[in-house]
């Protein structure tokens, strides 16, 4: 599922067992915005019933059922993730693979925070689960080990900046590290491990084991690569 930059929803692709893609018969899909601006970062619950996103401005949660030809069927809901501050979007989002909480990355509201939603079994409703964890700095990425038992977030170095208002709020340069409790969704932590000067994107490797930065300094990229540890899952 590719956002569309016109701002009309998904451009769907099928991908064949030699790993190309073909368009799939469901493309496009109409998910409109409310401010018209576009969806990002799509994420699909592991059930399989349901699907989530982001507007372009990190404003709203999109919720919508997912039929099982991946069809986007019908908006569930949409929730505000910023308390409805303009400029102070959210960046990032990634579910549990119980399918039972999903987690947002705040980069500027309460000057850093992530929120933590539980998801109804039965229809996909989000709840928040108590209040934004604050963090004092920004997160610009999330995401989730296959067990469930760790989330990492990315706060990188450069200084982050608000539309409106315009604020200003400095990355810690590190990788963030929080264990995962699956049957709250509460998170313990974070513990940070510092990458470079100006990490820009993450990834885990599939067995967990080893995660990989992307550092671009000075008109360079860097990659490095942690080891990693994750918990085994509560």
Do not use: E
């Amino acid at each position: 599922y590719i956002s569309n930059s016109a701002g009309t929803g998904f451009t769907v692709y099928t991908v064949n067992t030699d790993g190309t893609l073909t368009t799939a018969s469901i493309s496009p899909q109409s998910t409109p915005t409310q401010g018209g601006d576009g969806p990002k970062v799509i994420q699909f619950s592991a059930n399989g019933k349901w699907a989530y996103y982001l507007d372009n401005a990190g404003n709203t949660i999109y919720a919508y059922t997912r039929a099982g030809n991946g069809t986007l069927a019908t908006q569930i809901g949409k929730y505000s993730v910023n308390g409805g501050n303009s400029g102070y979007g959210a960046s990032a989002l990634v579910i549990h693979p119980n399918s039972q909480f999903l987690y947002v990355a705040l980069p500027f509201y309460l000057n850093g925070s992530i929120a933590v939603y539980s998801i109804d079994q039965s229809t996909g409703i989000l709840t928040q689960v108590g209040s934004n964890i604050q963090l004092s700095y920004p997160i610009s990425q999330l995401v989730i080990t296959a067990s469930g038992s760790a989330i990492f977030g990315l706060s990188p170095g450069a200084s982050y900046q608000t539309t409106i208002p315009t604020v200003t709020i400095s990355g810690k340069q590190a990788v963030l590290f929080w264990t995962v409790n699956s049957s709250s969704g509460q998170l313990t932590g974070p513990v940070a491990t510092p990458v470079g000067v100006n990490p820009d994107y993450m990834i885990l490797s599939a067995n967990g084991s080893y995660m990989y930065v992307l550092d671009s300094t000075a008109g360079t990229t860097i990659t490095t690569g942690l080891s990693c540890t994750p918990p085994p899952a509560t």
